[in-house]
């Protein structure tokens, strides 16, 4: 079946430093990837997206690159702003190919914490 | 369009009663979806429509919860009795489709959600 691994949160940076969330997959298709984010008190909001390998999705400062080759969709950002806090979840859609589940498949969520 | 419209945003209301959550989809969006969220399980899919018919209520914990989608552009979702351990944030997301292009280029749209406290 398909899923979706992202690393545990939450994940606290200073404001103008580097982020790295990881997000590795499992599909049996041929999947698009996504990036959504969660502002606090808010509904999740999609904040980029990749749908064939070596795609580069980009949105807001915010890229990930499509790896087949190690099944990942890590999200990056340069530098960082304490309106970046909130939760980011990384998830997949499974083109039905190789007879996978419908829909989007949802990773746990990062929460990411941005400190002035 | 406005989106995704949720009601209310937030609801307080005590064991035992009977609370009513409300949803409008994107008009077009074939695909209806109530999500719940907590810290400790965080989002977990409840139950999807497509075309106002429910798919798939797998997700859905309790008999004490039921939804449905009367037409293309409302849908609820029904706690009764309600209890403390119902308490979460509850989402609303619709979709043009579970698959092919308009899935893989636009995804789901999320509702700004209700958050439900059941003292």
């Known amino acids: 079946g398909n899923s979706v691994t992202q690393m545990e949160g939450p994940v606290t940076l200073s404001e103008e430093a580097f982020l790295t969330i990881n997000c590795t997959y499992t599909?049996?298709?041929?999947?698009?990837l996504f990036w959504y984010v969660q502002y606090p008190g808010e509904g999740l909001q999609l904040l980029l997206k990749?749908?064939?390998?070596?795609d580069k999705g980009s949105n807001k400062g915010f890229e990930a690159t499509y790896r087949k080759e190690t099944t990942s969709f890590h999200l990056e950002k340069g530098s960082v702003q304490v309106s970046d806090s909130a939760v980011y979840f990384c998830?997949?859609?499974?083109?039905?190919?190789?007879?996978?589940?419908?829909?989007?498949?949802f990773g746990k969520g990062t929460h990411l914490i941005i400190q002035p | 369009d406005a989106g995704v419209i949720q009601s209310p945003r937030h609801e307080v209301t005590e064991m035992g009663q009977e609370v009513t959550l409300r949803c409008k989809p994107i008009?077009?969006?074939?695909?209806l979806f109530w999500y719940r969220q907590t810290m400790m399980r965080g989002l977990e899919l409840l139950i999807y429509?497509?075309?106002?018919?429910?798919?798939?209520d797998s997700g859905m914990p309790e008999d004490r919860f039921s939804a449905k989608m009367p037409n293309a552009s409302f849908s609820t979702l029904k706690i009764q009795p309600s209890e403390p351990r119902d308490s979460a944030v509850y989402f609303c997301?619709?979709?043009?489709?579970?698959?092919?292009?308009?899935?893989?280029?636009?995804?789901?749209?999320f509702g700004s959600g209700t958050r439900l406290t059941v003292v």
């Open positions: 990749a749908t064939k390998a070596d």
């Open positions: 997301a619709s979709s043009l489709a579970l698959t092919g292009p308009s899935l893989a280029n636009y995804g789901y749209t």
């Open positions: 429509f497509n075309n106002n018919v429910p798919i798939d």
């Open positions: 008009s077009g969006h074939d695909y």
């Open positions: 599909a049996t298709g041929y999947p698009s």
């Open positions: 998830a997949l859609s499974d083109r039905g190919s190789g007879g996978g589940a419908d829909g989007l498949t």
